[in-house]
């Protein structure tokens, strides 16, 4: 089975612009959880989508916005970039179920702003 | 508030011996999830293990097992005969209540595996 893929895996881009950022999930996986990872900040939440429906949202700024199609991929939009936004940008997928449902990541995106 | 607290920024271990990585958790919430991943280099987090928070045994995976202590709030990961592969980033996670996928990090733990 395929695991989660991102694309595309480096981005610079110049303050200003809007960068959008996809997501494949594993087959069969409707939970997509974005994440942002940082040297200052750590791993911080975004916000998750399951079956097109963002369910939660970290405290992010209204730049950052997501959504999710019918067959579970989801993208990530940034606007108006700021040199605080370089990161490397992780994407998880979980499958509902009993036991836990962990999260299983992708490769991230990891993108420069100049 | 912090709710994942990883006190060891970096840490050292042999070839073959085990080593203990630190992990206390605040909640209020009876139901949660707790969960560590290794990331190396290249950047991608490799789930290990998950520990639910109404399990009544530690969870073990191979080499990995989790030292559950739910009094005192704190899921260390154990990694016995540690390998030269072994050493990366691990990350202590959180998810509180069910059908929440809002997942709490640690700030990580490096692990160095010296020969």
């Known amino acids: 089975k395929a695991g989660v893929t991102q694309t595309p895996r480096y981005l610079i881009k110049t303050r200003g612009q809007q960068v959008t950022l996809s997501c494949s999930p594993i087959?069969?996986?409707?939970?997509v959880s974005w994440y942002q990872q940082t040297p200052g900040q750590g791993l911080q939440f975004l916000f998750e989508?399951?079956?097109?429906?963002?369910?939660n949202k970290g405290n992010f700024p209204g730049r950052f916005s997501g959504r999710q199609f019918s067959n579970s991929r989801s993208e990530m939009n940034v606007s108006t970039l700021e040199l605080g936004d370089s990161a490397l940008y992780l994407c998880?997928?979980?499958?509902?179920?009993?036991?836990?449902?962990?999260?299983?990541f992708g490769p991230g995106t990891r993108l420069t702003v100049t | 508030a912090q709710k994942i607290t990883q006190t060891q920024p970096g840490m050292f271990v042999q070839e073959k011996e085990a080593v203990t990585l630190d992990c206390t958790y605040d909640?209020?919430?009876?139901?949660?999830?707790l969960f560590w991943y290794k990331q190396p280099s290249s950047g991608e987090m490799i789930f290990l293990i998950y520990?639910?928070?109404?399990?009544?045994q530690n969870a073990t995976e191979g080499r990995y097992s989790l030292n559950f202590q739910k009094a005192r709030k704190s899921a260390n990961l154990v990694i016995s005969a540690s390998q030269l592969g072994d050493s990366a980033m691990y990350f202590c996670?959180?998810?509180?209540?069910?059908?929440?996928?809002?997942?709490?990090f640690g700030a990580g733990t490096r692990l160095t595996v010296k020969p």
């Open positions: 909640t209020s919430d009876p139901s949660y999830g």
């Open positions: 996670a959180m998810r509180e209540g069910r059908g929440n996928n809002d997942m709490r």
């Open positions: 998880a997928s979980s499958l509902e179920g009993d036991r836990g449902h962990e999260q299983y």
């Open positions: 087959s069969g996986h409707r939970s």
């Open positions: 989508y399951f079956s097109e429906t963002q369910r």
């Open positions: 520990q639910g928070s109404y399990d009544q």
